[in-house]
């Protein structure tokens, strides 16, 4: 999408409106940070939400990242780009680690306290399927 913008403009004039470079040289600039983060806001937002894993809250902080990326880009009159954005997304962050780090910790727990019910259970299992009822 960004090489359809102009190489060596400031301002593009499209049917949604005028875009503008703000703190990027070019137009092109601009449009390829907006899309480079969007894009993967979009790829990490379809992991988390199509993730079956116990650990897809882990997906979450990169997911924080990029979307703060995105806003501070999009934000062009902000003097920075991708400087403070870890600063800022840190209270997001720390409570989704500890969070499954917390989840790690008490499945890791309970796998070894629930093998005797797992062989059970195995075993009615295969005594269902064979011919031996």
Not at 25 to 51: E, N
């Amino acid at each position: 999408m960004y090489k359809y913008a102009p190489s060596e403009a400031s301002e593009w004039e499209t049917i949604f409106g005028t875009i503008e470079a703000g703190n990027f040289t070019w137009v092109q600039s601009y449009v390829h940070a907006i899309f480079t983060k969007f894009i993967f806001v979009m790829l990490t937002g379809i992991w988390f939400l199509t993730s079956n894993n116990w650990w897809k809250y882990a997906i979450l902080v990169p997911f924080t990242m990029f979307l703060f990326q995105l806003i501070g880009i999009i934000n062009y009159k902000s003097g920075y780009i991708d400087e403070f954005d870890f600063w800022y997304s840190l209270p997001l962050i720390i409570p989704i680690l500890l969070f499954v780090i917390y989840i790690s910790y008490r499945i890791s727990k309970n796998t070894y306290e629930n093998e005797a019910l797992k062989r059970d259970v195995d075993d009615e299992i295969r005594k269902i399927l064979s011919d031996d009822l």
